[in-house]
C-alpha cells in the first residue's frame, strides 16, 4: 500500500520502565481504511505501544505522526481528539455508572451548560443500535457480560468519532457467539472508513480478519506479513524465531484409583441438575460445552467458592465436605480460576510472593520462618519453565503484561504440587509458545499421578489433551467422550443439548 494514504506512522519509539525495555526503537504504520493485526508473545510490547497512541502513557523516544502531522500524545483527550480510540486489555468501564453516563464519560452533551439527561439517553440509544446491542441505556455497566462490555466500549468509541479504532485482546473472555457478533460490528467500521489496529493472540481470527499483520518480539519490531504471506506458521515464526508444532498431542498415561467421585452434586448456580462423574489418577479430562453451560460453577462448587448444595464429593475414597477453599486446598486441590485478576492476584505483591502464596504450607520450615531460598528456588523454575517475562521474581505483578500475569497464576498453583488441579481456561490469553509449556505441564503432572480437570472454550485444545471428555449443557451433563471419539462434531452434539449415542 502506498506510504501516502497513512494514517498513522510510528517512528523509533522507545519506551522503558524500570529494569525492561518494553519498547525499542519500533515502528508501526497504518493505512486508512486498513486492519492491521499487532501480534507477539506475552511481553511483546504491544499493550504498551497501544496506551501510548491513546495518551494513556508517554514515550521515552520517538515520534507519533497522525495523517502526517506530528502528534505529542500527552492526554487520552488529545488521543481522542486525533480519532484514536482504544478498548483497553482489561475492560474500563465503571460498573456502577449506566451504560449512557459510560458512553459520555466526562464529555456529556450539554444544553445551555445543563446536563441533559434525556439526549444522554437518546444519544446512547443510537450509537448501541450502530453496534446491534439493544438494551436500555440506564442498565449499570456491571450488570452486562463481557461481551455486550465490549460492545458498549465499541459504541463509545464510536461517540467520539474515532477513525482509528484499536481493540486489544478483545475476543479472550468471548464465547464464540459474541465473537461473530465483534466481527460483523468490525466489519461495518470498515464499511465506515474505521482503520483498527487489532491485538489477538488467536491466530486463526487474525488470519481471517488482517490486511497486514506486524510482529512484535521482546519489545523489538520484527516485520509486517501482507495479504497470502499471513500464515499461522509464518506468524508463530515470527513471534517466538523457532519453528513450534502446534498442538501439543497428549500421550494417555497408566489410570489409577479414582482421585475425585462425585455423585448427585448440585450446584448452587444450577440447582436442578445432579452432576456424576470420576476422575483417576494419572488422567487428564476435559470439560466441554457452550459459555453458560455451568462449567465454572461446577469448578466452583468442588473447590468451595460456591460450595454445593447437595451430593457428595469423594477425594481419594474419603467421603470429604468442601464448604470453602481453604477445605479444599487442605484436601490438595487447586483451581486456577478463569477470572484470574479478580481471583488469582495480588496485584501490588511480587512475582515471587503470589508464587509462594498458595504453597505457604509447603515452604514452611516452622510456624515463624518461611523457607525463603525455597521459594526462591520455585518461582525461579516456574518463571524459566512458562516463560514469564518479568526483570526478577520481585517484580511487582501488576505490571506485569496481562499473559505473563496469568503465567504467574498458573504458577502459583502448580507449585503447590495438587493431587487434583482444576484449570478453568487455563491458556486464555497465553501466548502459543508457553501454551505447549503448559499442555507439557499438565501431561508431566498426570505422569506423576495427579489427576487434571480443565474447562476450555477451545475445541482444539480439549481434543488434543483430554483423556476424555465430559460435556456440559445448560447446568447438566450431556455426555462423556472417550479419546478415541473425540471429534467437534461429537462434542458439539453433546454441547448444544444432542443425546448420548
Ligand atoms: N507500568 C509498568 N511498569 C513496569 N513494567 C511494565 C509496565 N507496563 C508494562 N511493563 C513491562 O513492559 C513489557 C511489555 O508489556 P506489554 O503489556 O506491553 O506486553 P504485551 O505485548 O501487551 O503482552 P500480553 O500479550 O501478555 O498482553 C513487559 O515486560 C511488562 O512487564
Ligand atoms: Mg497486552
Known amino acids: 500500500m502506498p506510504d501516502q494514504n497513512l494514517i498513522l506512522n510510528v517512528r523509533n519509539l522507545t519506551k522503558r520502565f524500570p529494569g525492561v525495555v518494553a519498547l525499542n526503537n519500533v515502528q508501526l504504520k497504518l493505512h486508512e481504511g486498513e486492519f492491521l493485526s ?3 508473545e506475552n511481553g511483546a510490547g504491544k499493550s504498551t505501544l497501544m496506551k501510548i497512541l491513546a495518551g494513556v502513557q508517554l514515550q521515552d523516544e520517538g515520534t507519533v505522526e497522525v495523517s502526517g502531522q506530528t502528534v505529542r500524545m500527552d492526554s487520552v483527550k488529545t488521543s481522542q481528539a486525533h480519532g484514536v480510540a482504544l478498548i483497553h486489555q482489561e475492560l474500563n468501564l465503571s460498573e456502577n455508572l449506566s451504560i449512557a453516563a459510560n458512553i459520555f464519560l466526562g464529555r456529556e452533551p450539554t444544553t445551555t451548560g445543563f446536563l441533559n439527561k434525556r439526549v444522554i439517553h437518546q444519544e446512547a440509544s443510537r450509537f448501541l443500535g450502530m453496534v446491534g446491542l439493544d438494551i436500555d441505556p440506564k442498565t449499570l455497566a456491571g450488570d452486562l457480560s463481557i461481551g455486550q462490555q465490549q460492545l458498549v466500549e465499541i459504541a463509545k468509541a464510536l461517540s467520539i468519532d474515532a477513525r482509528i479504532l ?28 474505521v482503520s483498527i489496529i487489532y491485538i489477538s493472540h488467536r491466530l486463526a481470527e487474525v488470519k481471517m480478519l488482517s490486511d497486514r499483520v506486524t510482529i512484535f518480539r521482546d519489545g523489538e519490531y520484527v516485520g509486517d506479513l501482507v495479504g497470502d504471506e499471513i500464515t499461522h506458521d509464518a506468524m508463530v515464526k515470527h513471534m517466538v524465531g523457532r519453528d513450534i508444532s502446534q498442538y501439543y498431542s497428549h500421550e494417555p498415561n497408566q489410570t489409577g484409583d479414582a482421585i475425585l467421585e462425585v455423585a448427585n452434586l448440585r450446584t448452587q448456580a444450577n440447582p436442578d441438575h445432579e452432576l456424576s462423574f470420576k476422575i483417576m489418577q494419572g488422567e487428564i479430562v476435559g470439560i466441554s460445552g457452550l459459555v453458560g453451560a455451568g462449567r465454572t460453577e461446577m469448578l466452583d462448587a468442588l473447590f468451595g467458592v460456591a460450595p454445593a448444595i447437595s451430593g457428595t464429593i469423594k477425594v481419594q475414597g474419603c467421603p470429604v465436605t468442601i464448604t470453602s477453599p481453604k477445605d479444599a486446598i487442605a484436601l490438595g486441590l487447586a483451581l486456577v480460576p478463569e477470572d484470574r485478576k479478580g481471583q488469582g492476584l495480588i496485584l501490588p505483591m511480587s512475582v515471587k510472593e503470589n508464587t509462594s502464596l498458595a504453597s505457604l504450607k509447603t515452604h514452611a520450615i516452622s510456624r515463624i520462618f518461611r523457607n525463603s531460598e525455597k521459594e526462591s528456588q520455585d518461582t525461579d523454575l516456574m518463571i524459566k519453565r512458562l516463560r514469564t517475562k518479568t526483570p526478577n521474581a520481585d517484580q511487582v505483578v501488576g505490571f506485569l503484561s496481562g499473559g505473563n500475569q496469568q503465567k504467574v497464576v498458573l504458577g502459583k498453583w502448580l507449585a503447590t504440587d495438587p493431587t487434583l488441579l482444576l484449570l478453568d481456561e487455563p491458556t486464555r490469553g ?5 501454551k505447549q509449556e503448559i499442555y507439557q505441564l499438565m501431561e508431566e503432572l498426570a505422569a506423576q ?9 477451545e ?12 460435556v456440559m449443557h445448560e447446568g447438566r451433563i450431556t455426555g462423556e467422550i472417550s479419546r478415541e471419539d473425540l471429534t467437534e462434531e461429537s462434542i458439539m452434539h453433546l454441547a448444544t443439548g444432542g443425546d448420548h449415542q
Open 449 to 457: 499421578g495427579m489427576a487434571v480437570l480443565f474447562v476450555s472454550s
Open 430 to 434: 497465553i501466548d502459543i509458545g508457553a
Open 166 to 193: 484499536i481493540m486489544d485482546e478483545p475476543t479472550s473472555s468471548l464465547s464464540a457467539g459474541e465473537s461473530e457478533r465483534l466481527f460483523e460490528v468490525i466489519a461495518d467500521l470498515r464499511q465506515r472508513g
Open 38 to 40: 499487532l501480534i507477539g
Open 459 to 470: 475445541l482444539e485444545e480439549i481434543i488434543g489433551m483430554s483423556d476424555r471428555t465430559i
